[in-house]
């Protein structure tokens, strides 16, 4: 009976009435919403109780039950266990829908109470009901006092005849077609069911660890779709064509009666992925997507066997090196706000684990109607661990050496669970304190008890990669680039400036993938992008320009002015414009008709911050955005908005081979992904 320590585990009961359990439609039903909601059966009697018993434990009965006080039909006593079953029961029994009664559920102050009478052995064991002759004056205090003592009756037994089954492990995949923006729900629909996590890690699979786990041939085909063997070369342009995602998520969970809950386990999941929103549907596959749920999860039971063949402990951290008291000093990490970051943030505690799900969704995944242009964080690693060490404790504790707290929360740290994440976006600081606040909101206390936060966030770029390389390897952080908004700005992995004629310990095994820990030491990467000043803006509001991109620490490392040709023209058109061929003559006419200003601009992360500035190509609706945005204050039209600007980094780098051929050493960024292009 005693709640579970991990989880909102309950026992409730219910009495059906023999108008609900003689019928064995409505009886399977409602065994089946109990199993579909996570709930074990823990106790059933088929009991002949007395009319008075009956009264005690009911507001109101059938009127089969008061018709013949002699002859009372039987009820059948139904206990239940599982993750806030009170509530549950309440649900399923709510909309019954008859002018009688067909249960009988007790309020929660009275189920300890209704649990002993019903299944603590035979009826007799209660006190009889006072007789006529007892009974006081159906007035004032007396019956009061009656109804008191009824209900307040010291029941002289525990309730034996209830049963709960050990608990057990099961090992739960999801498979890549599911993408990691969806994890949060995930998290969040197993331990609404009771299960608590034991591990987790994202692993690239293989046809012979399906067959282990006793994945059927359809399901390998999506769940182990093979490693890649591409070289980091891209297209003409700077492009990486674009793959499937390989990573599935393998989380190790534990609850009574695991095995059993497996297949309700999996609906529950298709079911909270199918209300997460479009921000996940629309990454599935339409055979995912729809009712194919062996395609995006699997469960099976634990088993040693199946553990060893996803690489043994889900839980293990790189081993701990000393770091020299040098390698910190004089190294610039990513930090500026305008651009990239990492976060790591620690969940502590199972009290914030059981909100951790809800929590990673309002990250990944904010609402919409709250934050209509944020597309959320990109998820690049997970990690549980049962406990930290105290070395890991001392990085990873908000206070310091000296601190009143500092030996309290580094104790806090070493005996509770832990969920580690690593988490990236453009100003990722500035969004993660906002997901947080709205995670705070309704809760009633965020701490652990002992002033320690129950969320911990590395407040420095340094922490930042002090933890990273304390709890990850490069192949616990994966990359997601469908959900890394400022993906398409920056250069492809393995095309960087700073490692131009040389290849890096990851990029020498990771191939397409991108080594993180080198991103958070490289700092600001100088990127060069192009800026074209249309005809009849530049020779007026040239010195303003020069001006604005000066404030935005843009470095001007080419100029031009040029007549421009129809093909160039055309070609810095976009590809949806170019199928209209009224829209393309108005735009060639336009940027042939006069001479037009050509700007290679250098900065960190320039593509983006010439993107941000410039606006929307309409200039009306930049007016409506931001009255300060360039082609707002510029441009008439969609033809004549004054600006065009490189929109991507691959755009960039041909933008940079058209107009600056000779200038191109110059520009570190395009030089660098221009490489083994003809």
């Known amino acids: 009976m005693e709640a579970c320590k991990d989880t909102d585990t309950e026992v409730a009961m219910v ?40 009264l005690s434990s009911s507001e109101k009965l059938p009127s089969s039950y008061t018709s013949e006080p002699g002859k009372v039909p039987p009820v059948l006593a139904l206990g239940v266990r599982g993750p806030k079953a009170h509530g549950i029961l309440q649900d399923i029994t709510r909309g019954c829908g008859r002018v009688e009664p067909v249960v009988s559920l007790p309020l929660p102050s009275r189920v300890h109470r209704e649990l002993c009478l019903w299944f603590g052995g035979r009826a007799a064991g209660m006190l009889p009901p006072p007789s006529s002759s007892q009974r006081p004056p159906p007035a004032g205090a007396g019956a009061d006092e009656e109804k008191v003592d009824l209900q307040g009756l010291m029941l ?3 309730p034996a005849m209830l049963v709960s089954t050990t608990k057990g492990d099961i090992i739960l995949l999801v498979s890549p077609v599911v993408p990691p923006c969806a994890f949060g729900a995930v998290l969040s629909a197993c331990a609404r069911r009771g299960f608590v996590l034991q591990g987790l890690r994202q692993l690239q ?86 009712q194919e749920l062996s395609l995006c999860f699997h469960g099976a039971p634990y088993a040693a066997a199946a553990l060893h063949s996803l690489g043994g402990n889900l839980s293990v951290v790189p081993e701990p090196h000393p770091i020299p008291l040098d390698f910190l000093c004089h190294r610039v990490f990513a930090a500026e706000p305008g651009m990239e970051q990492v976060v790591m943030l620690t969940l502590v505690g199972m009290k914030a684990l059981k909100s951790a799900g809800e929590l990673l969704q309002q990250i990944l995944l904010p609402p919409i109607r709250e934050k209509p242009q944020s597309a959320g964080l990109e998820l690049l690693g997970l990690k549980w661990l049962p406990h930290l060490t105290r070395c890991q404790a001392r990085e990873v504790t908000p206070f310091e050496a000296g601190d009143t707290q500092w030996q309290s929360s580094l104790g806090t740290l070493t005996c509770s669970p832990v969920l580690v994440c690593a988490l990236r976006g453009i100003d990722a600081c500035r969004a993660l304190g906002a997901a947080l606040q709205g995670w705070a909101r309704g809760r009633d206390r965020l701490s652990t008890g002992d002033s320690l936060p129950q969320a911990l966030v590395a407040l420095t770029p340094e922490v930042t990669f002090r933890q990273a390389i304390l709890f990850f390897t490069e192949a616990d952080l994966v990359t997601d680039a469908e959900h890394r908004p400022a993906g398409k700005f920056l250069p492809p992995p393995g095309r960087s400036s700073r490692t131009e004629g040389k290849t890096t310990v990851g990029e020498s095994w990771r191939c397409r993938a991108e080594s993180l820990f080198s991103f958070l030491q490289a700092g600001a990467q100088l990127l060069c992008t192009v800026l074209l000043i249309k005809p009849g803006v530049w ?47 108005a735009h060639c006419a336009y940027l042939t008709s006069g001479t037009a200003l050509v700007l290679c601009l250098q900065r960190p992360n320039a593509v983006k911050k010439l993107m941000d500035l410039l606006g929307p190509e309409d200039p009306q609706l930049a007016q409506a955005l931001d009255p300060h945005l360039w082609r707002a204050q510029y441009g008439t039209s969609t033809v004549q908005n004054g600006f065009y600007g490189s929109r991507s980094y691959a755009m960039a780098v041909q933008d940079v081979k058209l107009f600056f051929p000779r200038r191109a050493v110059l520009c570190p960024g395009a030089a660098s992904a221009g490489a083994g292009d003809p």
């Open 15 to 54: 009495l059906l009435f023999e108008a609900l359990f003689q019928n064995p439609l409505e009886t399977h039903h409602t065994l089946r919403l109990l199993l579909g909601s996570g709930l074990d059966v823990c106790g059933l009697r088929l009991l002949y109780p007395g009319q008075e018993l009956l």
């Open 156 to 158: 002289p037994r525990p």
């Open 539 to 585: 020779s007026q509001g040239l010195p303003r320009i020069l001006q604005e991109l000066h404030l935005e620490k843009f470095c001007v490392v080419g100029m031009k002015h040029l007549e421009l040709g129809a093909a160039a023209a055309a070609s810095l058109l976009p590809c949806e414009l170019q199928q209209d061929p009224a829209a393309v003559e």
């Open 205 to 290: 699979l293989s046809a012979q660890q399906g067959l282990v786990l006793g994945m059927a041939a359809g399901q390998i085909a999506v769940f182990c779709p093979g490693k890649s063997s591409g070289s980091p070369a891209g297209a003409a342009g700077g492009e990486v064509p674009g793959e499937p995602r390989r990573h599935c998520l393998v989380l190790l969970l534990r609850r009574e009666n695991a095995t059993h809950h497996i297949p309700a386990l999996l609906t529950g999941l298709m079911e909270e992925l199918a209300e997460a929103g479009p921000g996940i549907g629309h990454s599935l596959p339409p055979a995912a997507a729809g």
